[in-house]
């Protein structure tokens, strides 16, 4: 595709060194407009803002290039870089590259995923990346060969309606890392545990924290191609039926 | 199963009339614990709370029953009632009665339905209840038999595992519900729309609005089933992988 429309958001915020790798990747193959949140947004899965109002602050602007930065969630920022900013479908849409993993089920939990899967909902093109480093200072030296290839793929073949990719980068040097892996989504779990603290007024409070357990050793899986020193992509859609169900529950006696 | 326990949570918050219906069709089944949200979380999705501690307050209890409020988010509340209210995993979770439908693509923004998959990740058998009317004021006088019937069915046979369910009730008297019907999620989406509105300082901010746009006229759809006066059931689970299109994107070009 020439000189296409690229939508770039992620959930780290505006600030993240991740987001501006895959700015500069992004702007080699069409014009970027970059609509991310003022802050972390972790964790925000497809999170919405209904309750109260956006704002949505213009950065940066020239003929090939602009960028904004708002308030709300991913899935907001996708909505205002849809309709507010670029007032057209954009002919792909970049998240990330978030700071951590989105493999597995963390996916659900995922706001970097949120993003990539709400222009899937209104049938653009997606990709959200991700590298297996949460910290902030993450190594992206190693990335843009991998990132720039598929995009290209994506670019020149398309996707399926209605589904995106979920990619996954091991925190490795380039030396190390095997090559890409299409994948199916790994079953996996956090196990929480809450760490209990008790403020000044005598009140209890509560930090989420836990760890992750991987309990999909199958080949074809996103965390064994991570941990194989492979990039992970999984094709991903976001009709939630459980086909396989359907029939059995069918046979249960709904007789009031 | 015999005196099950039930964690009961919802997305319109402890004093939404949806939770309190549902509390007490619960209690006719085995002992119940309710942790909710202090108020509204629709939108919120599979959110979680990792930047900020979480709050937990306990607002009644006796032999079978006890009710907590909470800070964070639906799954937030799933996580605290199992770890720190329960302290083991319950028998069944049931989320709702939302105040609003979640069919369709509805599913993916919906707190209700956040809150029923993390119960499915953490392999315990969830409903998640919604009737089609946005109104705190919604009537609820209809829904008794129906979601007894429901619970009591997935009590005695349990569920596939990591699978959920997704309950949508049509906001009409008792006598116009034809049945329940089991289904698989609608296409559909949201046509946004945001309200622009300028504040006293001169600044642009934006309202969420919208319209849903249901694009699914196929017979064994939720969307369908409620347009015709049924109650309907969609299995879902977690698994995001586009199974169709994994082996079309393994015949990329990926070499670098």
């Known amino acids: 595709m020439a000189d296409p429309t690229i939508l770039v958001t992620n959930d780290d915020g505006i600030h993240a060194p991740g987001l501006r790798k895959l700015i500069s990747i992004a702007r080699e193959f069409g014009r970027v407009a970059v609509v991310a949140p003022d802050g972390p947004r972790s964790g925000m899965s497809h999170a919405i803002t209904s309750g109260t109002p956006l704002r949505l602050k213009k950065l940066a602007e020239d003929n090939d290039y602009s960028e904004y930065v708002c308030t709300g969630t991913p899935v907001d920022a996708i909505k205002m ?90 925190a490795i040097n380039r030396e190390a890392i095997r090559g890409i892996k299409v994948c199916k989504q790994a079953k996996g779990k956090w196990e929480e545990e809450f760490d209990v603290r008790i403020d000044p007024h005598n009140h209890h409070y509560y930090w989420l924290t836990g760890a992750f357990r991987d309990g999909d050793t199958s080949p074809d899986s996103d965390s064994f191609a991570l941990a194989n020193n492979f990039i992970s992509i999984v094709p991903v859609h976001f009709d939630f039926t459980a086909h396989h169900a359907v029939n059995d529950i069918r046979k249960w006696d709904f007789n009031v």
């Open 81 to 170: 870089g849809e309709q507010i900013v670029l007032k057209k479908r954009p002919d792909l849409v970049l998240s990330g590259i978030n700071h951590g993993s989105n493999a597995s089920v963390n996916i659900i939990y995922s706001g970097t995923m949120g993003a990539a899967l709400e222009a899937c909902i209104d049938g653009i093109p997606a990709i959200g990346f991700s590298i297996l480093d949460y910290s902030s200072g993450a190594d992206f030296s190693a990335v843009d060969d991998y990132v720039r290839i598929i995009i290209r793929n994506t670019l020149e073949h398309g996707l399926p309606e209605h589904t995106c990719l979920n990619v996954n980068i091991p």
